[in-house]
């Protein structure tokens, strides 16, 4: 790669480490389904106006926004909301790459080989650690909200490979704009029109920063800035940088919110990063038979945004992921 395109990888991976941080921030001013309501409001007006149609069948679009928006960024936002830190979210959500591999196993017929079998056993065995960890300092509850959070990401991973949407900026907008009106009733609901009205009559530059920070930075400029490298690169060239995502994460969050580090999260970001590492390996070919030509088998990889072509990335699980 270039050494611009290198610095540009590295740029949307701490900008999405970030992200967890801002998150942080924006649940201290809204509730958190009225705050990922506002997220994919801004992140999808005035941009579905801007750009045309996703280019997919609508009914991909509605799936994946439901999925994305609305199961996984909700669980997400009330998990950190109910006490999960900054930094082990944007770790633990990384599991959604053994997630990914499951459901791709399910429903795409795609079998993993030993090495990707392995790397799932050892991400597992770091949510196990960073689950123990996180039971001795804090409640279990927005763990495995945020956990639940990243199985909901793997299985919108799996529909967006059958959707192959051929622009990840354009389609990402219009999935934007499907959850709004899902979570604004969901908010109104469980969380009440005086909690809301609360939290939009004290507006304050703190909190429309972080409103335009999670929709406009980490959702158009870090989606259209991915979707351009993976246009220029294969998804193997640009996965790995998926793997900074938690380390500027822990970082960021250590030095701005101050939450520590204990060694028992160290040991889980090892073995979670190493785990999807491994995930991440292309699968090797199979020879084919003689006389007819080669061709790559499905292979489990770590997902990755939808916005190359089938033919450059053939399965879903090696994708490179979104951590937002």
């Known amino acids: 790669m270039r050494p611009f395109h290198i610095a540009l990888g590295v740029l949307v991976a701490a900008l999405w480490g970030v992200n967890f941080v801002v998150i942080d921030v924006g649940l201290g001013h809204f509730p958190p389904l009225l705050f990922c309501a506002l997220r994919f409001l801004a992140a999808a007006v005035p941009a579905v106006l801007l750009v045309g149609r996703p280019r997919v069948q609508w009914r991909w679009v509605v799936a994946v926004g439901l999925v994305l928006g609305v199961a996984k960024f909700g669980l997400l936002f009330i998990g950190m909301h109910a006490g ?67 199985a909901f990401w793997g299985v919108s991973n799996v529909l967006t490979r059958k959707a192959a949407p051929p622009d990840a900026l354009r389609f990402m907008v219009w999935v934007s704009a499907v959850p709004v009106l899902p979570l604004l009733l969901l908010s109104l609901l469980f969380e009440g029109p005086a909690a809301d009205a609360a939290a939009l009559g004290s507006l304050d530059w703190s909190g429309v920063g972080a409103v335009v920070y999670v929709a406009w930075i980490t959702t158009l400029l870090g ?81 990755r945004p939808a916005g190359t072509s089938a033919s450059r990335t053939p399965s879903t699980a090696s994708r490179p992921s979104l951590p937002r």
Do not use: H, K, N
Not at 112 to 135: H, K, N, S, T, W
């Open 84 to 150: 999960m830190p900054a930094g082990l979210s944007s770790l633990v959500l990384q599991v959604q790459a053994v997630f990914t591999a499951l459901f791709a196993m399910a429903a795409l017929g795609e079998r993993p080989g030993r090495v990707r079998l392995l790397g799932m056993a050892v991400a597992l065995a770091g949510i196990v650690v960073a689950a123990v960890d996180e039971g001795a300092s804090g409640p279990l509850t927005g763990f495995a909200l945020v956990v639940a959070a990243a």
């Open 223 to 303: 989606f259209g800035v991915w979707g351009f490298l993976l246009r220029t690169y294969d998804a193997s060239t640009v996965a790995p940088f998926s793997l900074l995502v938690p380390v500027f994460g822990m970082s960021s969050a250590a030095l701005l919110l101050g939450e520590g580090v204990s060694p028992l999260r160290w040991c889980a970001a090892a073995l979670l990063v190493g785990g999807v590492a491994l995930t991440s390996l292309p699968g090797r070919r199979r020879p084919a038979p003689a006389g007819t030509p080669a061709r790559g088998l499905p292979v489990a990889r770590s997902p």
